[in-house]
């Protein structure tokens, strides 16, 4: 960060981390003031007590927050620091990095020290649902399905998590389980039966990773998948390492800036809730679900010349 004297950096580490549970607390600290310097202010802290940490420094008057945690540590952090003057940094780690991928962060946190180091603060637009925040998507059928089974299956390191994660794929594959939902969006009425729906924090780019190609355009991306044979999930998987997902016939893509989600109307049985993710975290949402955008919510610490 240039001129970094000038501003009161704080960094939050989730220190349950993977990364910094290989190399160490104290290989972790000094990895941070080598690249911010001595006076940055450091906490390695368990996840559950990061948010009361924040919501202190906050009560301080920081200038840059940098967490460094996975995309679900990130947006806890992200719905404390919205609408205040304070800069978000994202230090990455955790298994996806979804967010931290989309700004162009590097996966190695030596290197993405230094683009913080001599980052740019952008405004940038966050979403809420229910009036829970989220930066990159919120998903519903199949991947809440899967992060359950994951968890259920355990996992002690970030290998073991990724091949839970195959496993628990595979199984809601060959189930895959269509929902009948209500989709109400920017008024218009739709319904759909789906196994999966993504409602994503500005529109993804059709590229291998799902990530948005800006955002700062205030809009909501909605995406929903066709009822297939296990054959056409294979061949979307492989759409979607080329990079060519959106040509593929059984996705459907929508947009809007307010989604407001019910189960379908004649179907009574678990009317009054759903389960999805958030940010890669598993929740359970009261019905009917609302979903919207919130534009230049965030500042937020981009690598120089990302194009965003």
Do not use: C
């Not at 999966?196 to 059709?206: K, M, Q, T, W």
């Not at 947009?255 to 958030?278: F, K, Q």
Request: proline share 3%; net charge positive; no cysteine.
């Amino acid at each position: 960060m240039a001129n970094q004297e000038q501003h009161r950096t704080a960094v939050v580490i989730n220190r349950q981390a993977g990364t910094v549970r290989s190399m160490g607390e104290t290989a972790a600290r000094q990895l941070i003031a080598d690249a911010l310097g001595a006076e940055a202010d450091v906490a390695l802290i368990d996840g559950a007590g990061i948010e009361d940490h924040i919501q202190q420094l906050l009560r301080d008057g920081i200038d840059r927050l940098i967490v460094g945690g996975g995309d679900g540590t990130l947006a806890s952090a992200a719905g404390l620091v919205a609408g205040s003057q304070t800069a978000l940094g994202i230090l990455p780690l955790g298994t996806m990095n979804l967010m931290a991928q989309t700004i162009g962060m590097a996966a190695d946190p030596t290197t993405a020290l230094v683009q913080l180091r001599e980052a740019e603060v952008k405004q940038v637009d966050a979403a809420r649902a229910n009036g829970r925040l989220f930066l990159h998507h919120v998903s519903f059928g199949l991947q809440p399905r899967m992060v359950r089974i994951r968890e259920r299956m355990g996992y002690s390191s970030r290998l073991t998590k990724m091949l839970a994660a195959a496993r628990a794929t595979f199984a809601v594959l060959l189930d895959p389980q269509a929902q009948r939902l209500g989709l109400r969006i920017d008024g218009e009425p739709l319904e759909l039966r789906t196994p999966g729906l993504i409602v994503s924090n500005n529109v993804y780019e059709n590229a291998m990773m799902l990530k948005q190609a800006r955002l700062d355009e205030g809009v909501l991306g909605i995406y929903a998948l066709e009822p297939m044979a296990l054959a056409s999930y294979l061949r979307l998987a492989i759409d979607v390492l080329r990079g060519r997902w959106r040509d593929n016939v059984n996705v459907r893509e929508l947009r809007g800036t307010a989604v407001n989600l019910t189960r379908h109307r004649r179907l009574r049985r678990d009317s009054r809730s759903i389960r999805a993710t958030i940010d890669g975290e598993l929740t359970l949402f009261d019905l009917p679900l609302s979903i919207e955008s919130e534009p230049g919510a965030l500042r937020l610490l981009v690598p120089r010349a990302t194009g965003l």
